[in-house]
């Protein structure tokens, strides 16, 4: 085989994937300020002809890779602090990713995807340390901290990486499914058996976090999940004024009826305000389609 063979092998056996986007925030019914914060942006790779002699129809632009990176954050504090923690936290991921030199557009090496989770941890570790550092030196901050959920979305592979109570889930086959475990001791009671799953729904310590960006002391656990991205899937990350008072079987029912991401959204949210808003509550929701015409 040709080098020219082997190249037109590559590029002809890419499969190329769109995601529809929706999000959504509302402070709830009851909290008089918003402390979540969401972040949805795409990053990616293309080859631009320039000058070539190739055929017209092969001559366009190719986008040998497309992402999606995602991330929701949940402040908690005193006053204004929960504010300032979330938003804090998710723009200093924002710099650090901008401020990367070498961005990893493919997820189908094992080191590479190593790589990207290392860069996770770090990051997030990072926001820790700065959040502890911003609430030492103004006393007002102090003790605030944030949950961090963050998606890299970069088809056919994803990675989600979690710290505290917000959650992301999958729709697969028509199937909900949590792939963050809570950082609560609830979950924590749940896990030791001493709880039913039906009671960590209710349980007084559902919302008591056991690890949250702020609260590291220098050594803040990360999760980081990879997951094999399919056509069909939807990715929802959202905060716990969501995951509180809408249950599995609900958000299943919206994702399946809704027709667009953006009305799933404000049918979840609408939800949740409909039985309390006692929270700030906040969706972000990502419709996978391969695209099969070419």
């Known amino acids: 085989m040709s080098d020219a063979d082997l190249g037109r092998d590559l590029v002809s056996s890419r499969r190329r994937y769109s995601v529809e986007w929706g999000a959504l925030t509302h402070k709830g019914l009851v909290r008089v300020t918003n ?28 986008h040998y890779d497309a992402g999606y990176a995602v991330v929701i954050a949940d402040g908690m504090g005193g006053e204004v602090a929960g504010e300032i923690a979330s938003h804090t936290a998710v723009s200093t991921l924002i710099d650090l990713a901008v401020e990367t030199p070498d961005w990893i557009m493919r997820y189908d090496d094992p080191s590479l995807v190593a790589e990207v989770t290392r860069r996770m941890e770090d990051r997030a570790r990072r926001v820790d340390e700065l959040l502890q550092a911003i609430g030492k030196s103004q006393p007002k901050l102090a003790g605030m901290g944030t949950t961090l959920t963050a998606l890299a979305l970069l088809p056919p592979r994803a990675l989600i990486a979690h710290v505290g109570d917000s959650r992301a889930y999958i729709l ?92 799933a959204c404000k049918t979840l949210i609408d939800l949740a305000l409909a039985r309390g808003g006692s929270d700030n509550v906040t969706a972000v929701l990502g419709r996978v389609n391969e695209d099969r015409s070419s």
């Open 35 to 62: 402390e979540d914060c969401f972040f949805v942006g795409r990053f990616d790779r293309m080859l631009q002809p320039v000058l070539t002699n190739l055929p017209e129809s092969t001559s366009r632009s190719w």
């Open 172 to 263: 697969r086959d028509g199937r909900l499914r949590q792939i963050t475990r809570d950082h609560t001791v609830a979950q924590e009671l749940l896990d030791a058996g001493l709880i039913e799953p039906r009671e960590a729904a209710r349980h007084p310590a559902r919302s008591v976090l056991t690890s949250a960006a702020g609260h590291g002391r220098g050594s803040l656990s990360v999760d980081v999940y990879p997951v094999d991205v399919r056509d069909g899937d939807q990715f929802l990350l959202c905060t716990d004024g969501l995951s509180g008072l809408v249950g599995d079987a609900d958000i299943q029912g919206v994702l399946l009826a809704e027709e667009s991401a953006a009305a």
